[in-house]
C-alpha cells in the first residue's frame, strides 16, 4: 500500500505531541528528559530487557521513529555508532535537544521506514520501538529494515498485538457501547488508539511479516495501558476511563490472560 495522504496524516498526528510528550514531559531541559526517562523506565521495565542497550558499545544501530528520545539516550550513552529516524521534525528535534543537553551524539534526521536513507547492509542493530505499525506500509517497512541490516544482524521491533486487552477495552468503549458490537478490531485500533491507521497483528501475522529472517522469536507483554494502570494516552480522557480504572480486574487478567498485552516484542535476526 502506498498511501501518501495517510502517511501526511500521521506525520500530523505526531507533529502535534511526541509520543508521550502531553503526559510524561515536563521540561525540554535535562531535568524535564531526565523525569521523563525515569518514568518511562518505571511504567515499561521490559524495554530495559528487550533493548539490552549495554550490548551495543561500538555497534552500528538505526533507531526508526526516535519519538521524545529516551531509549536513543540510552543506546548513545552505551557508546553505540548511533543513526536515528523519525517522520516528524518535532521528534528529531527533542531528540536532538535531549541528546544536547547531556552531551552525547547521533546522526539524526527526518526520515521514512519505507524509504531509509541508508545502503544495504550497513546496520548491527535496528531498534523501533512502537513505530512500524503507524506506518501505511508496515510490510515495506519491514522489508527496509532487513535490507539495511548486515547478514547475522538483529532487528529489535516491537509492534501491536491485535488480541489485547487495549484492543477489548478499546471495543467496549467504542463497539460495544455504541451499539456496533459487530465493529472489527482492525477498525476499532485504526480509528481509535493513536494515528490514523495504526494495526495490531495475531503472532502468526506478525510471523508472516519477519519471514524473510532466519530466527524469529516474539513475545507479548502485558503493559500499564492493559492494566489501566496509569495514564491511557494522549487520545483517551473522562468518567468512563475513570470508571473503568476503578473496576478492572487487574489480578484475574495478570492471572488468566498473561498472553493478552497490546505490546509484541520481536527480535528478529537476518
Ligand atoms: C508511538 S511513537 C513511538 C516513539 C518512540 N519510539 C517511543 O517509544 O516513545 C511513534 C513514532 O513513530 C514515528 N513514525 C510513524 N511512522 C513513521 C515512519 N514511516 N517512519 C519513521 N517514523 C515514523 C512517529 O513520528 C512517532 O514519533
Given amino acids: 500500500m502506498n498511501d501518501p495522504d495517510q502517511k501526511q496524516e500521521v506525520r500530523a498526528f505526531w507533529n502535534e505531541a511526541s509520543c508521550g510528550e502531553v503526559l510524561y514531559l515536563s521540561g525540554t531541559d535535562r531535568e524535564g528528559f531526565s523525569s521523563q526517562l525515569q518514568r518511562r523506565y518505571e511504567l515499561e521495565p521490559y524495554i530495559l530487557d528487550f533493548a539490552c542497550f549495554d550490548s551495543f558499545k561500538g555497534k552500528k544501530v538505526l533507531e526508526i521513529g526516535v519519538g521524545l528520545g529516551a531509549d536513543h539516550q540510552k543506546f548513545s550513552e552505551a557508546g553505540a555508532d548511533l543513526y536515528g529516524i523519525d517522520l516528524t521534525e518535532r521528534s528529531v528535534a527533542h531528540t536532538r535537544n535531549r541528546l544536547a543537553c547531556f552531551g552525547l551524539k547521533s546522526t539524526l534526521e527526518m526520515g521514512d521506514a519505507e524509504h531509509l536513507a541508508f545502503a544495504d547492509e550497513s546496520f548491527d542493530l ?21 535490507r539495511v541490516l548486515k547478514q547475522g544482524g538483529v ?40 494515528s490514523p491507521g495504526t494495526k495490531a497483528y495475531s503472532i502468526d501475522e506478525a510471523k508472516a511479516l519477519f519471514e524473510a529472517f532466519s530466527e524469529v522469536s516474539i513475545h507479548t507483554v502485558l503493559t500499564h495501558g492493559d492494566l489501566l494502570e496509569s495514564g491511557a494516552g494522549q487520545r483517551h480522557q473522562g468518567a468512563m476511563l475513570s470508571i473503568g480504572r476503578k473496576v478492572w480486574p487487574r489480578k484475574l487478567i495478570r492471572k488468566l490472560f498473561p498472553g493478552a498485552g497490546l505490546f509484541m516484542l520481536i527480535e528478529a535476526r537476518k
Avoid: Q
Avoid at 126 to 146: F, N, Q, R
Fill in 155 to 194: 532487528s529489535k521491533v516491537m509492534i501491536y498485538h491485535k488480541w489485547s486487552m487495549v484492543g477489548l477495552l478499546l471495543w467496549i468503549r467504542y463497539a460495544l457501547l455504541t451499539l456496533r458490537p459487530f465493529t472489527s478490531l482492525k477498525e476499532i485500533y485504526a480509528c481509535h488508539l493513536e
Fill in 126 to 146: 535496528v531498534y523501533s520501538w512502537g513505530v512500524l505499525h503507524h506506518s501505511p506500509d508496515t510490510p515495506k517497512a519491514i522489508a527496509e529494515v532487513w
